[in-house]
Structure formats: structure tokens, C-alpha cells
């Protein structure tokens, strides 16, 4: 799985950051092995560093599931590092619900009855 890590011009983007970035996001999505072919992530501060507030850091995530349209959160946080956490956590439900659905041979069942034609 690749990871493509992006910042907007105010949040600094270093080596350092980009490694860690990169680190949390396989370490939380390995389960999902070679299902994903990669995973864009963009930090962006709300309040574009004139003001300051709560939750005014935001951090959106897509994912490429193979065989899947694309999966993208986001999630806002007072911190980087709130915002990627939240994303995160937010990526691996819904990454999870989504095979789960795609895996199921029987898929959704209808509350209606068998109906014939």
C-alpha cells in the first residue's frame, strides 16, 4: 500500500512528519493487506493560521480499495495529530463495513420476503 502524504501552506510538512504519517496509517490499515492499493492523505488547517480556534486542523483521507470506488473521511481536530488519529480511526470502520459487505455472499437481506415474479 502506498501513502501520499500532502499538506496545505500551513501546516509544515517535513521528512519526519511525512515518516510518521505514513507509519500510522499502514500500522492501522495492515490488516487490510493488498486490498489497498493506496491511501492520499491531506492536512489542512482551517482557520488558514490567521486565527486560532478548536478543531481547526483537518485531516481527509482516501482510499483506493482494489476492486472498490474510492473511500474518503475526514476528521477535524484541535491538533495534526487529533485530526489524523480521528481519520484514521474513521478509515479502518469504514474500510472494514465495506469489505464486509463485499465479502458476504448472501448480501443485505430484505425484511419484505422472498417475492415472486
Do not use: W
Not at 29 to 57: A, C, P
Amino acid at each position: 500500500m502506498k501513502v501520499l502524504v500532502k499538506t496545505d501552506g500551513h501546516i509544515k510538512g517535513s521528512a519526519k512528519f511525512t515518516h510518521h504519517v505514513e507509519t500510522v496509517v499502514q500500522n492501522a490499515l495492515h490488516r487490510f493487506g493488498d486490498r489497498i492499493t493506496r491511501v492520499e492523505v491531506y492536512f489542512s488547517d482551517q482557520n488558514s493560521g490567521e486565527k486560532f480556534g478548536d478543531d481547526d486542523k483537518r485531516c481527509v483521507m482516501e482510499a483506493r480499495p482494489a476492486g472498490l470506488q474510492p473511500i474518503t473521511v475526514s476528521h477535524q481536530g484541535a491538533s495534526v495529530e487529533q485530526a489524523l488519529d480521528g481519520a484514521t480511526d474513521t478509515l479502518q470502520k469504514t474500510l472494514k463495513r465495506s469489505f464486509e459487505r463485499r465479502d458476504d455472499p448472501q448480501g443485505r437481506k430484505s425484511y419484505a420476503g422472498d417475492q415472486e415474479t
